[in-house]
């Protein structure tokens, strides 16, 4: 197989300026490519691990060779990337920074051609760095529906990153939930595309706006795996990509400026996306305008030879991923190096396709100011301001405190993770029994009432790095629900019961007891995130059921029978099977891993100093039998008289109570709209109750006929509105028609003419208040200017 470019252009440099919105390289960057030796350009397309011995954190880790090479050794001709050196094991940050400052003044110093490297990191629940603050995970950030706090959380991380030496974070996931018995629903956002695009778009400009990068990923169709196993084939058909799975990387992209983007792991239809040029080049490029660099998931380009066997050896399998569009294999050169410069050398590969990727890689690191930096100050020496801010085109001094410290888990940090942790907290039944009445003697059972792993995604330190490291200190503050309780000041008595995931009933007898002699029994259940089997949710923790793993269901049904009321706190990673529950407990209460200040939020919501104010982000499921399940289903995606199984969720998309009450009218919509317009909506919102409390105002449409089937319900804007006891406020949407757009018999993206229903309620089935709409005029074909985001103005009065 002879690879040649996937672009029209003979010259790189001219492709580089081919699309909408790209620019063409600079004569420094061009300069620089023209001096290398091909050996030199392949260094600048790999990255090298620098702990790569430790922790297994990426799938197949352990199978793949390991590069016994030094690190200078392997970086004599310079180095793309250098991968995860605070996240792989706990090192102290001010320590590894400096480590890193020095071996960037090698690579200036001791190459010939002098450049750096760019540092990435996972990013997606904070910089994953012991002593960073841990964030709540990215399915709280979607029960918050708070796009300007999930923003001031990615400029704290995107800061902290800055502080140490990080140029590149691995994240926002923008994957578009399919099934909840999928592993890493914990790492997405929503089951609501729009949704997804909205918060994901705001990490991005809030990581960006502290002078690094945000990678999305997986690009594309990941969560889409058969059967909800990781990395199983993906059969989504051209339409569910195009309507549903790609929406929120064009707005992260588009919308948000995204620099970088990660392929995912997954074949669509016996394609894997690293080799498929249509999605990277033509949709990301070519379609897009993306003029950033395209990074291979862990070991993804060695996959095309090992797993998806499309490949016949390394050498092929790096040829069809850079040609196809992936610029740097990560984490290290498996098949970029040796392999890839062999059929460049005999001629299989067209050099030009390494330059188009080299060119991509210089000019990143030109923006981030990596040509210019010479790493000669120590770490502290110069401070983090004093770095242009605003773009990802500056800001690469390793800065520190005054005293030449380095705090990644400052106080105005962990603010943040509080009220993200506090927003994203959704009530599910509550029959009167909370707030909890002040004196109430507690019982607080379960597995996850007392640990501190239990607030935490699988991409948090704790979880994907410290526990294969038993006994090293977290290195953060982290109370539990257990420790919050108490502080408030609350009567409590405690007893684990069970563990997350065994079958071991001994402290049930105890956990009954202790529910007896209380007044309320406050259970907390849930999961526990790892990687690859080591946890009941997280990457390559997949379940074929939905029930609460272990013997923790038998738990709370045997505190129900003692008759003590029951709160029932879910902290988990994924929506459980709840139907039997929500009639049964006093209070339900479901927070998705809200932490380093989770348990606190949990605490301040059952003692009523916070009112809850999250709404579902996924659907609640009736079984694992009814998956895939999502809201935005067709008439025949939903129960009907033509088959005898019940789908219908056991609570749906957007769904969550208050300790207060809201009222929601739609007050006006302009009543005909060309199909390239707006729909122009006003919303009144009204808390009827005596309390303060926040309202996420929701609006669905529904397209009633159109050429191929549509939802019966899609969510096209939404926004929170806190409101003091008796005050209400108005919302004026203005909602494009592209949020209705979807993809033809013909395949191409459209807006039709015809009848639209608007309404609002307190989720994706409830229809508080309705408007009809007409679209007139012809069809309306989507193009890449087109809007995409809709626009909200709250009004109080």
């Given amino acids: ?263 995912s792991y997954a074949e669509i239809d016996g394609v894997p996306v690293a080799a498929d040029p249509s999605l990277l080049t033509g949709v990301l490029r070519d379609r897009w305008g993306f003029d950033g660099t395209v990074v291979a998931d862990y070991f993804g380009v060695a996959f095309l030879h090992t797993l998806h066997q499309v490949g016949a050896d390394l050498g092929e399998a790096a040829a069809l991923a850079l040609a196809a569009g992936v610029d740097v294999e990560l984490p290290t050169g498996d098949a970029y190096l040796a392999p890839l410069a062999e059929r460049v050398r005999d001629g299989r590969v067209d050099e030009s396709i390494v330059d188009r990727a080299v060119l991509r890689v210089l000019a990143e690191k030109e923006a981030l100011g990596l040509l210019d930096e010479t790493f000669e100050a120590p770490v502290g020496a110069v401070g983090v301001g004093t770095a242009a801010r605003g773009t990802a085109a500056r800001g690469t001094a390793a800065g520190g405190t005054a005293a030449g410290g380095i705090d990644l888990d400052r106080p105005e940090h962990r603010a943040i993770a509080r009220r993200l942790a506090e927003e994203s907290v959704v009530l599910l039944a509550n029959d009167g029994v909370l707030p909890l009445r002040p004196g109430a003697r507690l019982a607080v059972v379960g597995p996850n009432a007392d640990r501190a792993q239990a607030l935490f995604g699988c991409y948090s330190f704790v979880n994907h790095v410290l526990g294969h490291h038993p006994d090293h200190g977290l290195g953060i503050e982290v109370p539990t629900v257990l420790d919050a309780l108490r502080a408030s000041g609350a009567s409590v008595s405690y007893a684990r019961g069970c563990a997350v995931d065994d079958d071991d009933r001994d402290g049930f007898d105890e956990a009954a007891a202790v529910a007896e002699a209380s007044d309320v029994a406050v259970v907390v259940v849930g999961d526990q995130a790892g990687l690859f089997g080591r946890g009941t949710v997280g990457e390559g923790c997949d379940r074929d059921d939905l029930e609460l793993p272990g013997v923790q269901r038998e738990l709370v049904e045997r505190i129900l029978a003692t008759g003590t009321p029951v709160v029932l706190v879910l902290v988990t990673g994924r929506p459980y099977v709840l139907d039997w529950a929500l009639d049964r407990c006093a209070a339900v209460v479901q927070a998705f891993f809200p932490g380093e200040e989770g348990g606190p939020a949990i605490a301040r919501v059952l003692d009523g100093t916070v009112n809850p104010s999250g709404r579902l982000p996924v659907t609640l499921p009736r079984s694992a039998g009814a998956q895939p399940f999502s809201y935005l289903h067709p008439t025949l995606g939903a129960p009907t008289k033509v088959t005898n199984v019940d789908n219908s969720p056991v609570l749906p998309f957007g769904f969550g109570l208050s300790f207060t009450s809201f009222e929601r009218t739609i007050e006006s919509a302009v009543a005909e709209v060309r199909t390239d317009g707006w729909f122009e909506v006003v919303v009144s919102v009204a808390n009827t109750g005596d309390r303060a409390g926040a309202d996420v105002v929701q609006l669905y449409a529904r397209d009633e006929y159109a050429s191929v089937t549509r939802p019966l319900a899609q969510l096209v804007a939404f926004e929170r509105v806190e409101l003091a006891p008796g005050e209400c406020a108005t919302v004026a949407f203005r909602v494009p028609t592209t949020r209705i757009a979807f993809t033809d018999a013909s395949y191409d993206r459209v807006v039709e003419p015809g009848a639209v229903t608007l309404f609002t309620g307190a989720s994706c089935i409830d229809r508080a208040s309705v408007a009809g709409v007409e679209l007139v005029g012809p069809v309306h074909r989507i193009g890449v200017d087109d809007e995409r985001i809709s626009r909200a103005v709250v009004a109080r009065g």
Wanted: negative net charge; proline residues 8%; glycine residues 10%.
């Fill in 1 to 263: 197989m002879t690879i040649h470019p996937t672009a029209p252009h003979a010259d790189p440099r001219a492709a580089l300026g081919a699309t909408p919105g790209a620019s063409a390289p600079s004569a420094r960057v061009v300069e620089l490519l023209d001096r290398m030796t091909l050996d030199e350009k392949l260094a600048q397309l790999v990255g090298f691990w620098v702990d790569e011995g430790g922790a297994v954190v990426a799938p197949m880790q352990d199978e793949m060779p390991e590069s016994d090479a030094a690190l200078e050794e392997f970086a004599r001709n310079g180095l793309g990337h250098v991968t995860r050196a605070f996240g792989t094991k706990p090192v102290d940050p001010a320590e590894r920074a400096e480590w890193l400052r020095r071996f960037q003044r090698y690579l200036v110093t001791q190459t010939r051609l002098g450049i750096p490297a760019i540092a990435h990191e996972e990013i997606l629940t904070g910089l994953t760095a012991w002593q960073a603050t841990t964030y709540p995970a990215p399915l709280a950030w979607g029960a918050a529906f708070d796009p300007g706090l999930v923003e001031e959380m990615g400029r704290a991380i995107g800061e902290s990153m800055r502080s140490i030496g990080v140029h590149q974070g691995l994240a926002p996931v923008l994957d578009v939930i399919r099934d909840p018995r999928w592993g890493r629903v914990e790492e997405c956002i929503a089951e609501d595309p729009y949704t997804v695009g909205v918060l994901g778009s705001a990490f991005v400009r809030g990581v960006q706006s502290a002078g690094v990068i945000a990678t999305l990923k997986h690009f594309v169709g990941y969560s889409a795996s058969r059967a909800g196993r990781n990395l199983a084939p993906v059969s989504a058909g051209p339409r569910e990509v195009a309507d549903v799975l790609l929406p929120p990387f064009e707005m992260a992209v588009r919308d948000a400026g995204a620099r970088s983007v990660m392929h």
